[in-house]
């Protein structure tokens, strides 16, 4: 079996400011390149387009046809990447949208368990959805017909057509290319040398040359984002990267997430004790120049310094978190991490700073990270269901109090720090998953006095 790899993104700067000629030449391509995407999905994301997503050729065939490449005298090592960028986000939202819907389904309450049942396969099956949405004729192979015809024949099948209809009119919107700062690029339009990179443009046998900070090369299709106000640019490059292997790691850990701590574990270990600090001082920032730019909106010359302040902030944070949880793993040696599903950030509170605050919380971000970092080390990450996990008794099972940040049980009168606590909850849900396969389905309910 070959190693178990993990794809990076890799990044590159330049080593000088590049000349504004340059700058042009490359914003004029990014500009080209967004025009390209933004026509893809204007034509191609609505109902009647679906059936031409898969695999794309058509789409791309059409695009040749259009006259759009040479009339933007656009190379076609950028334009057809613009076109394949584009299906692939419109491909994207799809997916978002079948999710939306799925949950929609799930929610409505005035269907019966058969049409649920249909509605899900009709999602499920791409041509049934497709026929579905524009009402065309339905081929499928003959085994998923035979199931097709038998869940159809138990539910009115106009009207789950246009409650589909419905539901994407309803979520489906599409995909935008927004500000143009940057481009794709394959390795047919670029190559290394001289301590940096020579990129095609879009006149016919002329590349710009462009220093970099290192000397790597690669062979892969990587990005380039433009910094025109800067004269900078950053090349992203994915690579796979051989996922590392720990004998030792194979302790169970279960962790909590917090807004002050950021990771309390277990047995009661910190890491990230500065989070707060570094959350409070972002968002106190932010939270003010926002009111001096209300204040001053007319006469504000524009945002380039606020961006760059918030950009310097964000990265402190950013830097701290990952230092952090590069601290958890090397001391933890977890082989399995028990983390609570967060729940979704709620719209109302105590006050508009305390929201402010809950709403800049990092806690996605910490959560992604995480799940990366493990994954780099064979480390395996589960999420147990989240209800009540603070308000959980860890030792016997039963519903506590929490004050003063120490959670106490009545029932036993076990006592600790409430993210411990959780994080020993997290853990026990975690390990006895198998032996409670009901704890996806947990609501508030208390445990049998012996705890087992």
């Not at 656009?74 to 999710?99: C, E, H, N, Q």
Request: proline residues 4%; charged residues 30%; glycine residues 6%.
């Amino acid at each position: 079996m070959p190693p178990e790899t993990i794809c990076k993104i890799v990044r590159q700067y330049n080593k000088f400011p590049i000349s504004k000629e340059d700058m042009e030449k490359l914003k004029e391509i990014a500009e080209d390149y967004g025009k390209v995407k933004n026509y893809v999905y204007q034509r191609y994301s609505g109902m009647k387009s679906l059936p031409k997503l898969y695999p794309g050729y058509t789409i791309q065939n059409e695009m040749t046809r259009c006259g759009m490449r040479e009339g933007l005298q656009m190379p076609s090592v950028y334009f057809y990447l613009a076109v394949f960028d584009a299906i692939g986000a419109i491909k994207s939202r799809w997916t978002k949208t079948k999710g939306e819907i799925l949950k929609a389904i799930r929610q409505n309450e005035g269907f019966t368990e058969e049409e649920q049942h249909f509605l899900r396969y009709v999602l499920k099956v791409n041509n049934a959805f497709e026929a579905a949405l524009n009402g065309s004729l339905l081929k499928l192979p003959k085994e998923v017909q035979r199931q097709y015809d038998f869940l159809a024949g138990k539910v009115d099948v106009h009207k789950m057509e246009n409650y589909l209809r419905r539901q994407v009119r309803r979520y489906h919107h599409p995909p935008h290319a927004g500000k143009p700062d940057g481009f794709s690029i394959t390795a047919k339009a670029y190559r290394y040398g001289d301590e940096g990179i020579y990129i095609s443009v879009k006149e016919k046998r002329k590349r710009i040359f462009i220093p970099l900070t290192d000397h790597n090369t690669y062979t892969r299709q990587l990005f380039v984002r433009l910094y025109p106000e800067e004269r900078n640019v950053e090349l992203q490059i994915p690579v796979d990267r051989t996922v590392k292997k720990h004998e030792d790691y194979n302790r169970h850990v279960g962790i909590s997430i917090g807004m002050l701590t950021m990771v309390v574990t277990d047995e009661g270990h910190c890491y990230g004790e500065e989070f707060g600090e570094y959350q409070t001082r972002l968002s106190d920032w932010i939270r003010k120049q926002s009111v001096i730019y209300s204040q001053n909106r007319e006469a504000n010359p524009g945002r380039k310094k606020y961006d760059a302040a918030k950009k310097r902030l964000e990265e402190q944070l950013h830097s701290y978190i990952n230092q952090e949880l590069n601290r958890f793993l090397r001391e933890e040696k977890p082989g399995k991490v028990f983390i609570p599903k967060l729940p979704k950030p709620m719209g109302a509170g105590k006050g508009k700073k305390i929201n402010h605050y809950a709403a800049m919380w990092q806690r996605g971000y910490i959560r992604e990270r995480l799940m990366i970092k493990c994954r780099e080390q064979s480390v395996e990450v589960r999420e147990v269901f989240g209800k009540d996990i603070s308000n959980q008794c860890s030792s016997c099972g039963s519903l506590g109090r929490k004050k003063d940040s120490r959670f106490v049980c009545s029932k036993c009168g076990y006592e600790a720090d409430v993210k411990q606590n959780a994080a020993q909850n997290a853990k026990n849900r975690g390990e006895n998953i198998e032996t409670f396969p009901d704890y996806k389905n947990l609501r508030l309910r208390k445990f049998p006095d012996d705890g087992k």
